[in-house]
């Protein structure tokens, strides 16, 4: 069993930026493709990053988030720049099981999820 806990989530500017966190635990993490989804008030939840397990392959949905992973600390990261007020969601991160260099995108593949960490831009 993975356990997921998302961090750096707050309240910033429109155009500031932030970086969340998401530490796992209690699996082999580099065994995991992961991803960073978000879901807005009202809205479903949706992709907006993704990374293999090396790390070696990443998906984005916007040019402004940038997905990394560091498998010696168990972590993955969003960094998020140029924030706008529709940037505004719960982010959670979420672990699958995968090959080494797949990159996984849709939500059913993911067996494990993070409690989220909200996010608010405000003008």
């Known amino acids: 069993q993975v356990q997921l806990v998302e961090s750096g989530g707050g309240l910033v500017q429109a155009g500031g930026s932030l970086r969340l966190s998401c530490a796992a635990s209690?699996?082999?993490?580099?065994?995991?493709?992961m991803g960073w989804f978000r879901q807005g008030p009202g809205k479903e939840r949706e992709c907006v990053a993704a990374i293999s397990r090396s790390g070696g392959r990443a998906y984005y949905t916007d040019s402004r988030f940038t997905i990394s992973r560091d498998n010696a600390k168990n972590t993955v990261y969003l960094q998020m720049n140029s924030l706008k007020l529709e940037d505004t969601a719960v982010y959670y991160c979420?672990?699958?099981?995968?090959?080494?260099?797949?990159?996984?995108?849709?939500?059913?593949?993911?067996?494990?999820w993070g409690q989220g960490t909200q996010v608010t831009v405000s003008s």
């Open positions: 979420a672990a699958a099981r995968a090959a080494i260099s797949v990159v996984v995108t849709d939500l059913d593949p993911y067996d494990y």
């Open positions: 209690g699996g082999t993490f580099s065994t995991y493709a």
